[in-house]
């Protein structure tokens, strides 16, 4: 194959390299093009736009593969547990035992919160969205942990990853328990990472903590499908923030801000909201397939359509199934499921979603899963936050170890030509 790409403009021609990716992915190197050319690309949305070479994660939209460190979604969510998880997306390969059960201890060291970040949760009112409180408590971290990270110094990297590791699971569950009236608490150290975030949330204060298993199961396999997907909205901003220099939480903090929209990871909490509008309404599917296909109706069949994924998203094949296995051993029958299951048919078997590749995306049927293990509808995104760290982590430590530049795009401006400047009292 060529190694070189060739644009032609205005008469002249310009080569370009060309990089081919493991998966014999391929992009133009356009980095000169400006410098050469004077030209620039325009893509809003970054829908065409590579924006680093990546190691960690692969997916391919068209076929509906998802694989991180080459090890297919389907696999790591059937077999592996999500600490395992983290450690393969950060460190890049599976750990041992040794490895794994260091890796826990470390974390576990590094899980106490200072008590003074209480008074910090203790300003926000309690009507305040779970999402905002996580993000800025992440960034009020950096005031207790000021020291910044060596990144050429792979035990600094090492220590500031297990420190937000720790920590992340107790403020994630502080949100909750605050909006609930619950005293705030910390871990339990002989807990596994996923029972120790559930107890973290849910221990009331006058009873002994018990827990179902398949609970356990369902929230492992949800943060394991949740934990990387290359670089989307909020990857990329951490990715962007971090290309500052700016450090690992503040990176994060920002993070978490971008995940929180609906049209990314809210877009969990917006389907639900949406299945019960619909249930509240009569249940008529249709009328509502109806207003998501009318250009004029803003309405938008919530967890349907995906950037990447122009076929079944992988992670939504195996949360379907999930759902109904745990709603059958939970003993719950939610109504929304059915709702779910009718308008994913008839999407299916619509026109309009078959010509634009719209299937059921991650966020489809997790919400029905949250919602059945007891999980309210504003923790998540909370939790898809948590089930993302570890995504966000590996990438911010590739993009800091490859000492990539600072991300900053360049625009077409299409604003006024200059102007006289008009003094106050003439305009
Ligand atoms: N309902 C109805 N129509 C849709 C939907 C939807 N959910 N999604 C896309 N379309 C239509 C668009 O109107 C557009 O139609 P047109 O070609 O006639 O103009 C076409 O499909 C392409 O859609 P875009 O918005 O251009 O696709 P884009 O890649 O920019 O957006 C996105 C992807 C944001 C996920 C979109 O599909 C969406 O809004 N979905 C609903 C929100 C959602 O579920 N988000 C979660 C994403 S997964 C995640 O973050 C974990």
């Given at each position: 194959?060529?190694k070189?790409a060739?644009?032609?403009f205005?008469?002249?021609?310009y080569e370009f390299?060309?990089?081919v990716?493991?998966e014999?992915?391929i992009g133009?190197?356009?980095k000169?093009?400006?410098?050469?050319a004077?030209?620039?690309?325009?893509?809003p949305g970054f829908?065409?736009t590579?924006?680093?070479?990546?190691?960690?994660?692969?997916?391919?939209g068209?076929?509906?593969i998802l694989?991180?460190?080459?090890?297919?979604?389907?696999?790591?969510?059937e077999?592996?547990?999500?600490l395992?998880?983290v450690?393969?997306?950060?460190f890049?390969?599976?750990?041992?035992?040794e490895?794994?059960?260091?890796?826990n201890?470390?974390?576990?060291?590094?899980?106490h919160?200072?008590?003074e970040m209480k008074k910090?949760?203790d300003?926000?009112?309690?009507?305040a969205h779970p999402m905002g409180v996580?993000?800025?408590?992440t960034?009020?971290?950096?005031a207790f942990?000021?020291s910044s990270?060596?990144?050429?110094?792979?035990e600094d990297?090492?220590?500031a990853i297990?420190?937000?590791?720790?920590?992340?699971?107790v403020?994630a569950?502080w949100?909750?328990?605050?909006k609930n009236s619950?005293?705030?608490?910390?871990?339990d150290?002989d807990l596994?990472?996923?029972?120790?975030?559930h107890k973290?949330?849910?221990?009331?204060p006058?009873k002994a903590?018990?827990?179902?298993?398949?609970?356990i199961?369902?929230?492992?396999?949800?943060l394991?499908?949740?934990a990387d997907?290359?670089?989307?909205c909020?990857?990329?901003t951490v990715?962007?923030?971090?290309s500052s220099?700016?450090g690992?939480f503040?990176?994060?903090?920002?993070?978490i801000s971008?995940?929180w929209?609906?049209?990314?990871?809210?877009?969990?909490?917006?389907v639900?909201?949406m299945?019960e509008?619909?249930?509240?309404?009569g249940?008529?599917?249709?009328?509502?397939m109806q207003?998501?296909?009318d250009?004029?109706d803003?309405?938008?069949?919530?967890?349907?359509g995906?950037?990447?994924?122009?076929n079944?998203?992988?992670?939504?094949?195996i949360?379907?199934?999930?759902a109904d296995e745990?709603l059958?051993?939970l003993?719950?029958d939610?109504?929304?499921?059915d709702?779910?299951?009718?308008?994913?048919?008839?999407?299916?078997?619509?026109?309009?979603?078959?010509k634009?590749?719209?299937y059921p995306?991650?966020?489809f049927?997790?919400?029905i899963?949250?919602?059945?293990?007891?999980?309210?509808?504003?923790?998540?995104t909370?939790m898809?936050?948590?089930?993302?760290?570890?995504?966000?982590?590996?990438?911010?430590r590739?993009?800091?170890?490859?000492k990539?530049?600072?991300?900053?795009?360049?625009?077409i401006?299409?604003?006024e030509?200059?102007r006289?400047?008009k003094?106050?009292?003439n305009?």
């Amino acid at each position: 194959m060529s190694k070189t790409a060739t644009l032609e403009f205005d008469g002249k021609k310009y080569e370009f390299p060309v990089t081919v990716g493991t998966e014999d992915e391929i992009g133009i190197d356009i980095k000169k093009l400006r410098g050469e050319a004077g030209l620039i690309t325009l893509d809003p949305g970054f829908k065409n736009t590579g924006s680093c070479e990546s190691a960690i994660t692969f997916l391919d939209g068209e076929k509906g593969i998802l694989r991180y460190r080459g090890y297919a979604i389907e696999d790591l969510a059937e077999k592996a547990d999500f600490l395992e998880v983290v450690y393969l997306l950060i460190f890049g390969e599976l750990p041992n035992k040794e490895q794994l059960e260091k890796f826990n201890k470390d974390i576990k060291e590094q899980s106490h919160v200072d008590e003074e970040m209480k008074k910090i949760l203790d300003g926000f009112p309690k009507s305040a969205h779970p999402m905002g409180v996580l993000s800025s408590l992440t960034s009020a971290l950096i005031a207790f942990n000021p020291s910044s990270v060596d990144v050429s110094s792979e035990e600094d990297m090492y220590k500031a990853i297990v420190k937000i590791l720790g920590k992340f699971p107790v403020l994630a569950a502080w949100t909750l328990r605050k909006k609930n009236s619950l005293p705030l608490n910390y871990g339990d150290e002989d807990l596994g990472y996923v029972e120790n975030l559930h107890k973290m949330m849910f221990e009331k204060p006058n009873k002994a903590y018990s827990v179902d298993k398949a609970v356990i199961d369902a929230l492992d396999k949800l943060l394991i499908l949740h934990a990387d997907h290359e670089q989307n909205c909020s990857t990329s901003t951490v990715r962007m923030v971090g290309s500052s220099h700016a450090g690992l939480f503040a990176s994060l903090s920002a993070g978490i801000s971008a995940l929180w929209g609906p049209l990314h990871g809210g877009a969990n909490q917006a389907v639900i909201e949406m299945l019960e509008k619909i249930k509240e309404d009569g249940g008529d599917t249709h009328k509502f397939m109806q207003k998501a296909k009318d250009k004029e109706d803003p309405f938008r069949l919530m967890g349907f359509g995906h950037r990447v994924y122009k076929n079944f998203d992988p992670r939504a094949k195996i949360i379907k199934k999930s759902a109904d296995e745990v709603l059958a051993q939970l003993g719950v029958d939610d109504p929304v499921l059915d709702i779910a299951k009718g308008l994913e048919k008839e999407a299916l078997e619509d026109d309009y979603f078959v010509k634009r590749k719209l299937y059921p995306n991650v966020d489809f049927y997790s919400g029905i899963i949250y919602r059945a293990l007891g999980i309210p509808v504003e923790m998540f995104t909370v939790m898809f936050a948590l089930g993302r760290l570890p995504g966000w982590i590996a990438q911010w430590r590739e993009m800091r170890l490859k000492k990539e530049p600072i991300g900053r795009p360049r625009q077409i401006y299409v604003g006024e030509n200059h102007r006289e400047y008009k003094p106050l009292g003439n305009r």
